[in-house]
């Protein structure tokens, strides 16, 4: 997805981080171990989704670096369906994962190759769903409704929520430069835009033309 402007180093950043994708679904079927790259990073965007919300998504997350930057040379990226924005839908990926997740480790048996590689079959599924939707629809629409996103928004809710002032005069452009199609513009009457609705990117306060966007501690 093309946007107007970015903050400086956001493109920097998710292109450093989108090897991390290939290394761990490739590199992991010879070396398993590489899949503690991916419990490394999840409890990373635990721990700071307790102070900055999803600010792991927009801009830490490998895989969403990996849609947004390589993905979208290749989405037709028409728009998403609402479907990708209910609760339901969202919990019933997050269940359908967590319980994958949950009992491939027990199978394990605590073994740490074993281990390693449940975290390897992880990403190489979360990716394969990814990739489907995301050539399709828009890059980054799995980060809609992936569990990861959506365990942040729960408890991150009132954590640096995105302010929408009285300036806004709902234009859409925001809608249109948000990776995972929010429009902030429609929250104008409550004054900020939900958690789970948000990455923190920060495309639509550096492209809003009345400056009417911004973080609120």
């Given at each position: 997805?093309?946007?107007?402007?970015?903050?400086?180093?956001?493109?920097?950043?998710?292109?450093?981080?989108?090897?991390?994708?290939?290394?761990?679904?490739?590199?992991?079927?010879?070396?398993p171990y590489l899949g503690y790259i991916a419990l490394a990073m999840m409890i990373l965007?635990?721990?700071?989704?307790?102070?900055?919300?999803?600010?792991?998504?927009?801009?830490?997350?490998?895989?969403?670096?990996?849609h947004e930057r390589i993905l979208a040379r290749?989405?037709?990226?028409?728009?998403?369906?609402?479907?990708?924005?209910?609760s339901w839908f969202r919990w019933l990926f997050?269940?359908?994962?967590m319980s994958l997740m949950a009992t491939r480790l027990i199978m394990s048996g605590g073994d740490p190759s074993r281990v390693g590689a449940v975290f390897v079959m992880m990403w190489t599924v979360a990716t394969a769903i990814a990739i489907s939707f995301g050539v399709y629809y828009?890059?980054?629409s799995w980060c809609n409704f992936c569990p990861m996103a959506t365990m942040q928004g729960l408890y991150s809710r009132n954590t640096n929520l995105l302010k929408v002032s009285e300036d806004c005069r709902q234009c859409g452009l925001c809608r249109k430069v948000?990776?995972?199609?929010?429009?902030?513009?429609?929250?104008k009457s409550q004054g900020y835009v939900p958690s789970q609705e948000c990455m923190?990117?920060?495309?639509?306060?550096?492209?809003?033309?009345?400056?009417?966007?911004?973080?609120?501690?």
């Amino acid at each position: 997805m093309s946007v107007m402007h970015e903050k400086p180093y956001r493109k920097t950043m998710q292109l450093l981080l989108t090897p991390l994708v290939p290394l761990v679904i490739i590199g992991g079927i010879y070396y398993p171990y590489l899949g503690y790259i991916a419990l490394a990073m999840m409890i990373l965007m635990l721990v700071q989704a307790l102070f900055r919300g999803r600010y792991y998504c927009g801009w830490i997350c490998a895989m969403g670096a990996f849609h947004e930057r390589i993905l979208a040379r290749i989405s037709f990226k028409r728009e998403m369906p609402q479907l990708f924005k209910k609760s339901w839908f969202r919990w019933l990926f997050f269940t359908a994962l967590m319980s994958l997740m949950a009992t491939r480790l027990i199978m394990s048996g605590g073994d740490p190759s074993r281990v390693g590689a449940v975290f390897v079959m992880m990403w190489t599924v979360a990716t394969a769903i990814a990739i489907s939707f995301g050539v399709y629809y828009k890059p980054r629409s799995w980060c809609n409704f992936c569990p990861m996103a959506t365990m942040q928004g729960l408890y991150s809710r009132n954590t640096n929520l995105l302010k929408v002032s009285e300036d806004c005069r709902q234009c859409g452009l925001c809608r249109k430069v948000c990776p995972v199609q929010t429009n902030p513009g429609a929250y104008k009457s409550q004054g900020y835009v939900p958690s789970q609705e948000c990455m923190r990117c920060e495309n639509c306060i550096v492209n809003c033309p009345r400056k009417a966007l911004s973080f609120n501690p």
